[in-house]
């Protein structure tokens, strides 16, 4: 759903099994959401897969961070408003409030995208490319208050925990889906620590794609109490490189 | 939504970001929507997690069989369709029809549930007990033809993968998710075979629950042209123990 102020707002309800055992709504498909209402609101405005040039760009996700005061339960309604906050060279700023049934706003996330010329894989830019559409879609006034994103360096030698990715892991670009990146570094904390924590923070900065077959290694250590570094390289063996870095930040539920 | 027929339908499009990479909706998001299907349709009906006596009975997924022809592609509308057709001492037979958009039918599924008496860990007698209410709602004389479940015997001795239950794979029970099983399955088996081969049919039967931190090990052999039994054990090193017992069969999209 679209409306004359260039905000996309998009309404779901957590669906019995779209939560963790928490019956809080999973990572994974918030994550989800978000590309997906991406992927509808910059269709709606002409910029997305559904153009003309569709065969020739692709939007590709650079940059996530998700900041969460509370995640709705099973049965509750939520709204994920989205718009586009800013173009700057080679990136396209795309914010997302998430808001609770009254309206009440349950926390904040920012994506960063670049739009890549397919035949080139190269970023192309987007102050040059724009048309004037998406320059009209721009909101630039509206608030996204997440914390910047930060420098990420792991020094681990040893990783925590590896994965092998499966046909099931694979977008329709045939890369690593980007939120299973984010369910990966979830796994790397016991479960038990979900019942007394919340991820308050995550944040998420794309490097390069893993195809089919290709084993991620994750380094992980934490930075500050509750806030941990995560590196996942793959080919860690052969030819290391750097798929993604990662920061999560948990906050105990008892000081809230 | 419901209607006088006892039937519940369920619409839904296939979003960006529910396909696999071949553009085709994933099994994942198709397996856990007929959970959800499954999940509605009997709260609405009274028998389900919403009642009073929600906290002493759970429903368990005992089989799940699906049987498509076609699996839907992104931007395509296809309606979940979802009765109860049978109680038969400790089991309930929920059967299911995937229809297009224009109505025709995609294929079948078939699920076998067991009232579980939350306190003894026991299968009620559901001959006994099923309300005026459930019983009113089956609808016996609606066809779902697919195959019966199958005995289903893996020989092999060294398992084929490994995996680890983590976090995001427990469900609101505290157990490994039913579809992620169906996963691990698809998982083994190299993602090209996605491009030429279409999963005709697919066939679980849950044994015992996984729990966070257990390891899984699956047995995988070929039992016909394209037809695979596979074994899924937890503590394989210590104390094996089936999980589950699945049966997959592909067909060459090129023989159709």
């Known amino acids: 759903m679209e409306s004359d102020d260039y905000v996309g707002r998009y309404g779901f309800e957590v669906e019995p099994f779209q939560e963790d055992y928490t019956g809080r709504l999973s990572w994974g498909v918030l994550g989800n959401l978000l590309l997906r209402c991406a992927s509808l609101h910059s269709a ?10 569709e065969d020739a760009y692709a939007w590709v996700l650079s ?27 080679l990136f396209s700023d795309r914010p997302y409030a998430v808001r609770a049934a009254d309206g009440r706003v349950l926390g904040y996330a920012l994506s960063v995208w ?6 080139t894989r190269r970023p192309v830019d987007l ?3 724009a048309d004037p559409e998406f320059r009209r879609s721009l909101v630039g006034d509206r ?15 040893a990783p925590t925990a590896t994965y092998t990715a499966r046909y099931t ?10 939120i299973r990146y984010l369910e990966l570094v ?20 794309y490097s390069s794609e893993t195809y089919c077959g290709e084993t991620l290694s994750l380094y992980c250590e934490e930075v500050a109490p509750g806030q941990f570094a995560v590196e996942i390289r793959k080919n860690a063996d052969t030819q290391p490189q750097v798929a993604v870095r990662a920061d999560i930040t948990f906050k105990p539920y008892e000081q809230e």
Chains 1, 2 share one sequence.
Not at 114 to 119: E, G, H, R, S, V
Not at 144 to 155: D, E, L, N, S
Not at 186 to 205: G, Q, S
Request: charged share 30%; proline share 7%.
């Open 186 to 205: 979830l796994n790397l904390f016991p479960k038990e620590r979900y019942a007394t924590h919340r991820v308050a923070r995550v944040e998420m900065a």
């Open 143 to 157: 608030p996204c208050p997440v914390q910047p994103p930060r420098r990420i360096r792991v020094k681990a030698a």
């Open 114 to 119: 670049a739009l890549i010329d397919k035949a």
């Open 44 to 53: 709606h405005y002409g910029f997305g897969y559904n153009r003309a040039e």
């Open 63 to 89: 940059r996530l961070v998700i900041e969460l005061d509370e995640m709705p339960r099973t049965g509750e309604q939520f709204t994920v408003e989205t718009w586009v906050g800013r173009i700057y060279r």
């Open 169 to 178: 892991d694979i977008d329709i670009n045939g890369h690593f889906n980007s």
């Open 127 to 129: 102050e040059q490319m």
